[in-house]
């Protein structure tokens, strides 16, 4: 298994590098603040074909593979770009309607199922999307509606809602939601496995970012006539950070090339014994949470040697550690997928025995 960047890749990172440099620095993700959307920004990407590249070309996109379309999130990531690409890569290759595949329409995905009130709750993008693609029931429906364009107070300034997935709900009369059932709820699963670990690679991309931010200003800042970088406790911390980025990138590109497989109809399989692991499922759970523990991890450290700088809006480490805590917590609490990845490595928990 050879999980350095092929020639494609490379391409394909330097490609988006060079988009999000010079049409997303920092100051385009502060200044979308509280929504976390920029529509212009939006639009540009789409000149790079971005919006149809997880979709087969019979449907008109470019057909590129996991490993291909982490390289774009961990660049999305670095720039905290203020767009839900990931979302709609993930409901394209779902749904993929003419105008999603070209991006005039913006799509994303449910991560839960509609409640009892047929409400998808806190869908990422779900402030800004035509469509959101989601279980309700037994089904995987597609439902157009207009956006709210609006989002709930949160940490990571994402624009997360609340969007109905029937007609009537949250006020919408029929002929305002366009609902579609596209498959089976179970044709959900494989699909959030592909946001998980698209949404790890986004999370290596911050941490990577918050070391070079943290590295930059050691660099700069003095204490006691000398730059802070000096002391031996600073280095010591930050030398720490680039062996925990690299094995959370490792990990999601080995979750990645376990997906292409499984899109190809390859089982994976467990062997704790041997640690072979190449269940997709599996490792797209264990991506997301290490990817998140790394990110939450360098953006910490980067941000406790600004000192209270840190924590002022004027500096941009505080928009990395915002975003590092609440993308990986969009899904929920990262204990239960821990959990969910514990019962697939050694089966279900079971309740401990008692006696007298």
């Not at 300034?157 to 579609?180: I, K, N």
């Not at 494989?190 to 930059?216: M, N, S, Y």
């Not at 680039?242 to 979750?255: D, S, V, Y």
Request: hydrophobic share 45%; glycine share 10%; net charge negative.
């Amino acid at each position: 298994m050879d999980l350095s960047l092929s020639d494609d890749q490379r391409a394909i990172r330097d490609v988006f590098a060079d988009f999000f440099t010079k049409e997303s620095p920092v100051s385009i993700a502060r200044a979308a603040e509280p929504l976390g959307f920029d529509d212009v920004l939006w639009t540009r990407l789409l000149e790079t074909g971005a919006a149809g590249m997880a979709v087969p070309e019979d449907h008109g996109g470019a057909a590129a593979t996991l490993s291909e379309l982490i390289v774009v999130a961990e660049e999305l990531g670095r720039a905290i770009a203020p767009v839900p690409l990931i979302e709609h890569l993930v409901a394209s290759r779902l749904h993929p309607e003419p105008d999603i595949v070209a991006g005039q329409g913006i799509a994303t995905v449910a991560l839960r199922p509609a409640d009892a009130d047929g409400v998808w709750r806190l869908v990422p993008g779900g402030a800004v999307a035509d469509v959101v693609v989601g279980v309700d029931g037994n089904d995987l429906i597609a439902v157009r509606s207009d956006p709210p364009g609006r989002a709930p107070r949160n940490h990571a300034c994402a624009p997360l809602a609340d969007r109905p997935a029937r007609a009537g709900r949250s006020g919408r009369s029929s002929a305002e939601v366009e609902r579609t059932v596209i498959g089976p709820a179970s044709a959900l699963a494989p699909a959030l496995d592909e946001w998980r670990t698209l949404t790890a690679a986004a999370l290596v991309g911050i941490a990577d970012a918050a070391l070079a931010i943290g590295v930059d200003y050691v660099k700069v800042r003095k204490q006691f006539g000398v730059p802070i970088a000096s002391f031996q406790a600073v280095q010591h911390a930050m030398a720490d950070l680039p062996i925990l980025i690299e094995g959370a990138r490792l990990l999601t590109h080995k979750a990645a090339w376990a997906g292409d497989r499984a899109r190809a109809g390859l089982r994976g399989t467990i062997d704790i014994d041997d640690n072979e692991i190449d269940d997709y499922p599996t490792l797209a759970g264990m991506a997301i949470v290490f990817a998140g523990q790394a990110a939450a991890h360098a953006t910490d450290r980067s941000l406790h040697f600004h000192g209270g700088y840190g924590y002022a809006q004027e500096y941009d480490i505080q928009l990395y550690y915002r975003r590092a805590r609440g993308w990986a917590l969009v899904l929920g609490d990262p204990s239960t997928e821990c959990l969910g990845v514990a019962e697939r490595l050694f089966g279900p928990a079971t309740a401990p025995a008692t006696g007298r």
